[in-house]
């Protein structure tokens, strides 16, 4: 056994200045590190190699002197074997913090979307149950669960509450023009229509934000991350996940553009319903109240459409 360590004692010497001129000359062959530095190369090979190695020499010669030819071959190779380990376990290790960072950070964005959802909802929201529809639902109400649904199912309840806020709203102003007209005349009618109209407008941008999301779906932005936080990249696929990585980030820029112009059409909904709630529709002013509710709703649908126009 002492004549063994003996001979690895010796080949583990006599590797180390080879070692030490290929890492010379580049780096990444003697050193397992990522990011190899010259100065590792002594601090390896001209210290503690040699130092491990005079201390089993030392050790051997308990036993005198006879080293043996397995001892020899296997200080020889102990070195490459040895690169192959460390470099294996660090590739294991950089993986695992990887992967505990993206679930971190997937964590950290459901904590974030959570909060965002709580924010987004608002005294007396009236939710949605995309699966039961209320009864009697239009077509309108039974657009919005449509995109709750796709929306939830997609991940994304931050979003998936606008489509309540939408629903509360729109309820609230037909509510209001039942209390100020009779289902049967012609300004309700009309007023019903104006706020379907910009009501419906919102459910397109909702629709929209609905195909970008999906859209965007199989693209993992962590993974696109982690592959582009790596240096051994070439620059093809350097290239072709940053494009990936644009592609995902544009989407989710015109999902929130989406989302911040419904924001136009929810204010012009409370204007309406304010406007219309302040409105006289006593017998003797019947007419003319019908006119300027229809006023009201005109200049309601009016502003919407300049706030979506805006960049």
Request: hydrophobic letters at 45%; aromatic letters at 8%; one cysteine or more.
């Amino acid at each position: 056994m002492l004549g063994f360590l003996q001979g690895f004692a010796y080949g583990l010497w006599l590797s180390c200045l080879p070692w030490f001129i290929a890492g010379l000359i580049n780096p990444h062959i003697a050193l397992p590190t990522a990011s190899p530095r010259r100065w590792q190369l002594f601090l390896r090979y001209w210290l503690a190699i040699p130092f491990l190695a005079f201390l089993l020499w030392l050790t051997s010669l308990w036993g005198g002197f006879g080293p043996s030819l397995a001892g020899w071959l296997t200080g020889l190779v102990a070195i490459p074997a040895g690169l192959f380990v460390e470099r294996r376990w660090r590739r294991w290790q950089a993986a695992w913090v990887a992967r505990r960072a993206a679930v971190d950070r997937q964590a950290g964005q459901e904590q974030a979307r959570a909060e965002a959802e709580r924010r987004a909802r608002e005294a007396r929201l009236r939710v949605l149950d995309p699966d039961h529809p209320p009864a009697g639902a239009d077509d309108t109400v039974r657009a919005l669960c449509r995109i709750k649904r796709a929306l939830q199912e997609q991940g994304r309840r931050d979003l998936a509450v606008q489509a309540d806020r939408l629903y509360s709203r729109y309820t609230h102003v037909i509510s209001v023009l039942h209390g100020r007209f009779d289902a049967e005349e012609m300004a309700f009618r009309r007023a019903l229509g104006l706020v379907r109209e910009v009501t419906g407008s919102a459910i397109e941008r909702l629709e929209r934000a609905v195909s970008l999301v999906a859209g965007a779906a199989p693209i993992d932005t962590n993974f696109v991350r982690r592959r582009l936080a790596e240096t051994s990249l070439d620059a093809g696929e350097r290239r072709a996940l940053e494009r990936r990585l644009a592609l995902a980030e544009d989407a989710e820029r015109q999902v929130r553009e989406a989302v911040a112009a419904n924001e136009a059409a929810l204010t012009a909904l409370d204007d309406a319903a304010v406007s219309v709630s302040r409105i006289d529709t006593g017998p003797s002013r019947r007419a003319q109240a019908a006119e300027e509710a229809l006023k009201e709703l005109h200049r309601f649908a009016a502003r919407a459409s300049q706030y979506e126009e805006r960049p």
